[in-house]
């Protein structure tokens, strides 16, 4: 069982038909690229087109691919960047003035 097909598989349709993975039908071949199940594309269970051939091969050799990061991936990648780098200068900014705050009471007593 897996959620992400659905209780009853109902979402599980892949393309693949049983032989080699260099079998090529429409384009694609019988080999599905594991981004289709991590990334949101077109389709689920997306197959590697022709024109990735040497990615395919190098994942079937199990060689790391250079998959790339889709647009949005490397937007949101700078977004958490940022919000982190702000939330240590905001720890950063608190933290002078608790110190400002103890010296000045420390000088009045």
């Known amino acids: 069982y897996e959620p992400i097909f659905g209780y009853d598989l109902e979402e599980f349709d892949t393309q693949l038909t049983p032989g080699s993975i260099y079998l090529v039908s ?3 071949y019988n080999l599905t690229n594991p981004r289709s199940l991590v990334y949101d ?3 689920l269970f997306e197959r590697f ?3 990735q051939r040497e990615m395919m091969e190098q994942f ?4 790391q691919p250079d998959w790339g990061l889709p647009k949005m991936q490397l937007v949101l990648n700078g977004v958490s960047g940022a919000t982190a780098l702000l939330i ?3 720890w950063g900014v608190l933290g002078v003035r608790w110190i400002l705050q103890q010296r000045k ?3 009045e007593h």
């Open 41 to 43: 594309t077109d389709q």
């Open 49 to 51: 087109t022709v024109e």
């Open 26 to 28: 429409d384009g694609y």
């Open 60 to 63: 079937a050799r199990y060689q």
């Open 105 to 107: 009471a420390t000088i």
């Open 88 to 90: 240590v200068v905001y």
